[in-house]
Nanobody, 115 residues
Framework: QVLLRESGGGLVPPGGSLRLSCVAP???????????MAWYRQAPGKQRELVAE???????NYGDSVKGRFTVSRDNSRKTVWLQMNNLKPEDTAVYYC??????WGQGTQVTVDA
């Protein structure tokens, strides 16, 4: 089973920042640079939604609700992708998942935005 490893979640007040990390397992090291890496989130009672993605060509895409606040980046040499989240809002509260080619997933990391 291929599992990505997310970290960096936690509790932060509104307006705060967090940086999530996602490290690929060794089994996909050799193909990492060609993978579409994405962050999704799922809040209680809601469907999973795309937050941000980083393509193998170096382009990025964002969900409308996070544009201008979140930044996705990757380092292919470190097999890692990050999600920098600034100006967090209570509605950003969710479990955040990392995905590779929408085939391989992590177990998620909880982000809670609350005063």
């Amino acid at each position: 089973q291929v599992l990505l490893r997310e970290s960096g979640g936690g509790l932060v007040p509104p307006g705060g920042s967090l940086r999530l990390s996602c490290v690929a397992p060794r089994s996909i090291f050799s193909v990492f640079s060609g993978l579409l890496m994405a962050w999704y989130r799922q809040a209680p009672g809601k469907q999973r939604e795309l937050v941000a993605e980083s393509t193998s060509f170096g382009s990025t895409n964002y969900g409308d609700s996070v544009k201008g606040r979140f930044t996705v980046s990757r380092d292919n040499s470190r097999k890692t992708v990050w999600l920098q989240m600034n100006n967090l809002k209570p509605e950003d509260t969710a479990v955040y998942y990392c995905a590779a080619d929408n085939q391989y997933w992590g177990q998620g990391t909880q982000v809670t935005v609350d005063a």
